[in-house]
């Protein structure tokens, strides 16, 4: 599959699940709209990103070169343009 394709497909996953998740998350966060502020705070932040987690393994496999991409030559270091110079 093409590095261009992976991309597509990976946005559109990605809109998906932060569309679930949203709803998810607002609605476990209506059960602390009781609770202290510092309840409420760490759990916002827990919440607010613990949405990489499941999505992290797709960004990984959307950053993974394509098979004739990875064979092409690559640049040279920057070590040895300066030594070049």
Same mark, same amino acid.
């Given at each position: ?6 991309? @597509?497909? $990976? ?18 966060? $209506?059960?602390? /709209?009781?609770? =202290? *502020?510092?309840?409420?705070? /760490?759990?916002? /932040?827990?919440?607010?990103? @613990? *949405? ?8 990984? *496999?959307?950053?993974?070169?394509? =098979?004739?991409? @990875? ?15």
């Amino acid at each position: 599959m093409r590095a261009t394709h992976r991309r @597509a497909i $990976g946005i559109t996953l990605t809109v998906v699940v932060l569309f679930v998740y949203s709803f998810f998350a607002a609605s476990v966060g $209506g059960l602390f /709209a009781d609770k =202290p *502020w510092y309840a409420q705070i /760490a759990y916002f /932040a827990v919440a607010g990103l @613990a *949405w990489v987690i499941p999505l992290y393994p797709v960004y990984v *496999w959307m950053r993974r070169p394509d =098979p004739d991409e @990875a064979a092409a030559e690559k640049p040279p270091e920057a070590a040895a343009i300066r030594k070049r110079s």
